[in-house]
């Protein structure tokens, strides 16, 4: 994002820079600009690996899908076989008849693993399933212990069976099918997104320290520790402390006193237009709504491990952003600025949303008095000074107007007066 660099002259120009806890809010900005540019970059780089990444898998799927085909024709046939054999029983078949039955001295080799005895010599495979076992000289009597199994087991020579039984039939089948049957492959599943997986565009060793402090870590040891008990709303809104946890997740802390309207807008039904999570102009309400969806699935989406891990790294990244804000007054609300003002569909939506009405009016020097004005008289002043829709199309004028909002901030809370040269540079 291309812009003017204001951390340098104003960190020189301000006392409450270098002095006590705060810090220039544009000095800070331009850090985790540079954070998110810096990351971006690292991202555009896994992004090309994520792409070769899926090319490869989808040939490999793609290949598993032909094989899983000739699985799925060839287990047929298998299943095909093992009935042909259990029908054999009841058909009468004679010793001799089943001899001369090429598919039943195949499915019985195979039985048995002779399948290679089956294809490479066939007339063998007759000779031991036909020897008279009462001749020293019978071909499974010359053969190996395998064979003479083999040739006890129908025992269709001379003096032996005349025909197969309906058990040995049915137990042949059954072998032949869990020998030959193929299991089909599993294709290469896309690896699983979620919001708690996307990149944090603001991670650094800094973030990294933050989310270690044992403030923090003793939230979310707690959330993850007791958000199993939930089994109903009323569990949630019994304990006030993963009440609130979800609620900082989704950046509406501020709401846990308002139990009964979070209440009726995690119940919404979504798919009303007129549902109370749709009426409301703030976005973050129907985003909760929407992500938790309470109203369909009850609590079970809330307390899945997917999403216990997503309000983790979502609790993470805005307390992160919280302790920003209070050493650099105004940095969150010019980090959320960027964020939401692509949800903003017309003026008044963007008068209604806290955020994006303290950037805008407060970029624009218009007094906070406004808000005592008629709504029409409210949108008048402010559209003749922002253009909502070069807002939403044009990222260099977010940035003009982020950088002159944390500015005025910064000059609204400095004594010296000594950063009216900076706002020139705005004009």
């Given at each position: 994002?291309?812009?003017?660099?204001?951390?340098?002259?104003?960190?020189?120009?301000?006392?409450?820079?270098?002095?006590?806890?705060?810090?220039?809010?544009?000095a800070?900005?331009k850090?985790?600009?540079?954070?998110?540019?810096?990351?971006e970059?690292?991202?555009?780089?896994?992004?090309?690996?994520?792409?070769?990444?899926?090319?490869?898998?989808?040939?490999?799927?793609?290949?598993?899908?032909?094989?899983?085909?000739?699985?799925?024709?060839d287990?047929?046939?298998?299943?095909?076989?093992?009935?042909?054999?259990?029908?054999?029983?009841s058909?009468?078949?004679?010793?001799?008849?089943?001899?001369n039955?090429?598919?039943?001295?195949?499915?019985?080799?195979?039985?048995?693993?002779?399948?290679?005895l089956?294809?490479?010599?066939?007339?063998?495979?007759?000779?031991?399933?036909?020897?008279?076992?009462?001749?020293?000289?019978?071909?499974?009597?010359?053969?190996?212990?395998?064979e003479?199994e083999?040739?006890?087991?129908?025992?269709?020579?001379?003096?032996?069976?005349?025909?197969i039984?309906?058990s040995?039939?049915?137990?042949?089948?059954?072998t032949?099918?869990?020998?030959?049957?193929?299991?089909?492959?599993?294709?290469?599943?896309?690896?699983?997104?979620?919001?708690?997986?996307?990149?944090?565009?603001?991670?650094?060793?800094?973030?990294?320290?933050?989310?270690?402090?044992?403030?923090?870590?003793?939230?979310?040891?707690?959330f993850?520790?007791?958000?199993?008990?939930?089994?109903?709303?009323?569990?949630?809104?019994?304990?006030?402390r993963?009440l609130?946890?979800v609620?900082?997740?989704?950046?509406?802390?501020?709401?846990?006193?308002?139990?009964?309207?979070?209440?009726?807008?995690?119940?919404?039904?979504?798919?009303?237009?007129?549902?109370?999570?749709?009426?409301?102009s703030?976005?973050?309400?129907?985003?909760?709504?929407?992500?938790?969806n309470?109203?369909?699935?009850?609590?079970?989406?809330?307390?899945?491990?997917?999403?216990?891990?997503?309000l983790?790294?979502?609790?993470?990244?805005?307390?992160?952003?919280?302790?920003?804000?209070?050493?650099?007054?105004g940095?969150?609300?010019?980090?959320?600025?960027?964020?939401?003002?692509?949800?903003?569909?017309s003026?008044?939506?963007?008068?209604?949303?806290?955020?994006?009405?303290?950037?805008?009016?407060?970029a624009?020097?218009?007094?906070?008095?406004?808000?005592?004005?008629?709504?029409e008289?409210?949108v008048?002043?402010?559209?003749?000074?922002?253009?909502?829709?070069?807002?939403?199309?044009?990222p260099?004028?977010?940035?003009?107007?982020?950088?002159?909002?944390?500015?005025?901030?910064?000059?609204?809370?400095?004594?010296s007066?000594?950063?009216?040269?900076?706002?020139?540079?705005?004009?």
């Amino acid at each position: 994002m291309a812009g003017i660099d204001l951390s340098v002259l104003y960190s020189s120009s301000s006392s409450s820079s270098t002095t006590g806890n705060t810090q220039s809010a544009v000095a800070v900005y331009k850090r985790l600009q540079k954070t998110a540019d810096e990351n971006e970059a690292k991202s555009d780089d896994s992004s090309a690996s994520s792409v070769l990444d899926t090319q490869i898998r989808e040939m490999q799927n793609a290949a598993i899908a032909v094989r899983n085909k000739v699985y799925t024709r060839d287990n047929e046939q298998v299943q095909s076989d093992a009935q042909y054999m259990k029908s054999l029983a009841s058909s009468g078949a004679t010793a001799d008849e089943l001899l001369n039955d090429d598919r039943f001295l195949r499915i019985a080799a195979e039985a048995n693993g002779m399948g290679d005895l089956y294809r490479a010599n066939k007339d063998r495979l007759k000779e031991i399933l036909g020897s008279d076992l009462n001749d020293t000289n019978s071909a499974a009597r010359q053969g190996s212990v395998h064979e003479l199994e083999l040739a006890k087991k129908f025992n269709l020579g001379a003096g032996g069976n005349d025909g197969i039984s309906s058990s040995l039939a049915a137990s042949e089948a059954s072998t032949y099918s869990s020998i030959k049957t193929k299991a089909l492959l599993e294709e290469i599943a896309e690896p699983s997104t979620s919001e708690a997986d996307e990149a944090y565009e603001y991670d650094s060793d800094e973030y990294q320290i933050f989310i270690k402090r044992s403030d923090v870590q003793r939230d979310i040891s707690y959330f993850k520790e007791n958000i199993g008990n939930v089994k109903s709303l009323d569990d949630l809104f019994g304990d006030s402390r993963l009440l609130t946890f979800v609620l900082s997740a989704f950046d509406l802390e501020s709401e846990a006193t308002n139990k009964g309207k979070v209440r009726k807008i995690l119940e919404s039904d979504l798919s009303d237009e007129n549902s109370l999570a749709n009426r409301f102009s703030d976005t973050r309400f129907l985003k909760m709504a929407q992500s938790l969806n309470i109203a369909e699935d009850g609590v079970s989406t809330l307390t899945g491990d997917s999403m216990v891990s997503s309000l983790v790294e979502k609790y993470q990244r805005l307390e992160y952003e919280r302790h920003l804000d209070e050493q650099a007054p105004g940095v969150r609300a010019a980090i959320e600025f960027g964020r939401r003002i692509q949800d903003a569909t017309s003026t008044v939506s963007l008068l209604a949303d806290s955020v994006l009405r303290e950037v805008v009016t407060v970029a624009n020097a218009i007094p906070k008095e406004i808000a005592y004005q008629e709504t029409e008289a409210q949108v008048t002043a402010l559209e003749r000074k922002v253009d909502l829709d070069d807002l939403k199309s044009d990222p260099d004028a977010v940035e003009k107007l982020v950088s002159r909002y944390l500015v005025l901030k910064d000059s609204s809370s400095s004594s010296s007066g000594g950063n009216s040269y900076l706002l020139n540079l705005f004009s």
